[in-house]
């Protein structure tokens, strides 16, 4: 009975880090593939809401396409294909209009 407490006390910190190391390598996977490239996404689509300009083709995140006519602080102003002008928050902007066509 004592060799068997033995055994079981030698090999308990061992089995831990062995057990654990999956699960640390299962994250360490999952940040590099998912966590990593949407952070730079994320990043460039803010550098991008930043300097829009007028005149830049944008596209919202609620499908509308657009031209840019003013720019605000907060908001801009969107000519849209049938030359109405709407005011949209600058963070419902998912992209420029040539990029979007560029991954099509």
Known sequence: MMTILLLFQTQGGGNLL?????WILIFG????????????RQRDLQNTIS??????????SGGIIGTITAVRDTSLLIRSADKSIIEVARSSVSGLQAEEEKKS
């Open 18 to 22: 062995f057990a654990l190391l999956p």
């Open 29 to 40: 996977v999952f940040y590099l593939l998912i966590i990593v490239p949407q952070r730079r």
């Open 51 to 60: 300097n829009l300009k007028t005149g830049d083709k944008v596209i919202t």
